[in-house]
């Protein structure tokens, strides 16, 4: 299935991917912006959901291969986990469709707090190298696993999740486990997905525009994260764990303006 779109929708998409990438490599949430926009233009929820999965892996693609050139992570230390995420989005792809939704209303709100309380009260968070709170296999074999199977289910916030676990867990710095939370996204991001391409519900004339501007964005933002490093990625995670979370309460009529 595809919609028709006119050019002036089509360039509307290519801006808002384009900004969305450039927040995603830095601190991920960049679904805030395409999944509103791609709504507005009148495209049904789901094929909403599966186009801003094909542009988001492209984003993730273009932001990890960065990472990977700039030596900030190396492969052999990230193939496991990469499958561990992917399986983790896979099997939360297909669980989704047997969760009831009420139990987002308590899950998201909840660790979207804690992800902008940890960064925002805990300075030095981030800041220089620690002793892991857990070991390897436990990381593996549990934690990314099990961002990755929140991915393929609910999506928001992923990419912070992943760097969240990275320094609180794993004692890496925050540019680091910024870094490695690239690939782990663009892991969980391919799994879901190729559940969507199999049920026929991505959009391409959409997906494609987007695509362009989000590998422009991520490019762009990779950039600004080696750059920038800590002082620039804090702030941003925290504003989109507060934005989302705000966004997400006003959805649910809990807010009003």
Wanted: with cysteine; charged share 10%.
């Amino acid at each position: 299935m595809d919609v028709v779109l006119s050019p002036e929708i089509l360039a509307a998409l290519f801006c808002a991917a384009m900004i969305a990438g450039f927040v995603d490599a830095i601190a991920g949430g960049g679904g805030l912006i395409t999944i509103p926009v791609l709504l507005l233009a009148q495209i049904p929820p789901l094929h909403a959901l599966a186009t801003n999965k094909l542009q988001g892996s492209f984003g993730s693609l273009t932001a990890s291969v960065m990472a990977l050139r700039r030596g900030l992570v190396h492969w052999p230390d990230m193939r496991v986990l990469f499958v561990c995420s992917l399986i983790g989005s896979a099997i939360g792809a297909f669980a989704v469709q047997f969760v009831r939704a009420q139990t987002l209303d308590i899950v998201i709100p909840v660790v979207l707090v804690a992800i902008a309380m940890y960064f925002l009260l805990a300075p030095n968070a981030g800041a220089v190298e620690k002793k892991p709170r857990i070991n390897q296999g436990a990381y593996r074999g549990v934690v990314v696993p099990g961002i990755g199977f929140y991915d393929g289910m609910f999506g928001p916030g992923t990419g912070s999740f992943f760097s969240l676990a990275g320094v609180a867990l794993r004692g890496h710095n925050l540019l680091t486990a910024t870094a490695q939370a690239k690939v782990l996204n663009f892991a969980s991001n391919i799994a879901s997905l190729a559940v969507f391409i199999a049920g026929g519900k991505v959009l391409w004339t959409a997906g494609a525009a987007m695509v362009a501007g989000q590998v422009i964005g991520a490019w762009g933002g990779s950039h600004a994260m080696v750059r920038g490093g800590t002082k620039l990625i804090r702030p941003m995670i925290v504003t989109v764990c507060v934005v989302m979370l705000g966004r997400y309460l006003w959805q649910k009529g809990f807010l009003s303006f």
